[in-house]
């Protein structure tokens, strides 16, 4: 079984531009996570959803950052403006019945 | 707000050697998790503990949970090179306190040499 899939897997982009980051969860699977590493601040969530629902986005650090997850395949977090500040490894993850969470291999985005 | 506080941040020990990591969190926890990380990788789950005296083993990992004293520890046993990783605990904190999402905490990175 293919475990959370994400894309793209590096992304390299100027400051001020927009950045959409997907990810795909394990099928069957009813929690969604969004997370972000760095070395600074560590792994921070960012928002969760359950069942295709935002359930806690008290994690989000500001209005330039949205997430949406349209179906029960697929969720998007968006970065616009994107800001050098942004640049970090993000994170999706799912899990069953907010069991054991399952981590995506990240998105390494580096904002210049 | 519930905290999680791993130490030591870092560890740097010599095959052969045993040793223990810690981690203390600062509310009552439904449950505890422990994961892997490997140098630019995503994060392996290890090991979930779900009740007070739970002890889990892998290989030369042993995980266990006192809830009483809020402290999870990991231990390691006769390290070998294969082990160096960054570890991470994560809580679960109550449904009511904290619905379900983890608070990880700050991680301990395992360096074995020779």
């Known amino acids: 079984d293919a475990g959370v899939i994400q894309s793209p897997r590096h992304e390299v982009t100027e400051m001020g531009q927009e950045v959409t980051l997907r990810c795909k969860p394990i099928?069957?699977?009813?929690?969604l996570f969004w997370y972000r590493q760095t070395m600074m601040r560590g792994l921070e969530l960012l928002i969760y959803f359950n069942n295709n629902v935002p359930i806690d986005d008290s994690g989000m650090p500001e209005d330039r950052f949205s997430a949406k997850m349209p179906n029960a395949s697929f969720s998007t977090l968006k970065i616009q403006p994107s800001e050098p500040r942004d640049s970090a490894v993000y994170f999706c993850?799912?899990?069953?019945?907010?069991?054991?969470?399952?981590f995506g291999p990240g998105t390494r985005l580096t904002v210049l | 707000e519930l905290k999680v506080e791993q130490n030591p941040l870092f560890l740097s020990m010599q095959e052969g050697k045993n040793y223990t990591i810690y981690c203390n969190y600062s509310t009552t926890s439904d449950r505890l998790y422990w994961y892997r990380q490997d140098p630019g990788k995503s994060l392996e789950s290890l090991f979930v503990l779900l009740s007070n005296g739970a002890v889990k083993q892998e290989g030369r990992l042993m995980a266990s949970l006192d809830t009483k004293a809020r402290l999870s520890t990991l231990h390691i046993t006769a390290a070998v090179h294969d082990l160096s990783a960054t570890y991470f605990c994560a809580v679960d904190g109550t449904k009511k306190s904290s619905g379900d999402k983890l608070t990880f905490g700050t991680g301990t990175r395992l360096a074995v040499r020779p």
């Open positions: 993850a799912s899990s069953l019945f907010g069991d054991t969470q399952y």
């Open positions: 099928s069957g699977h009813d929690y």
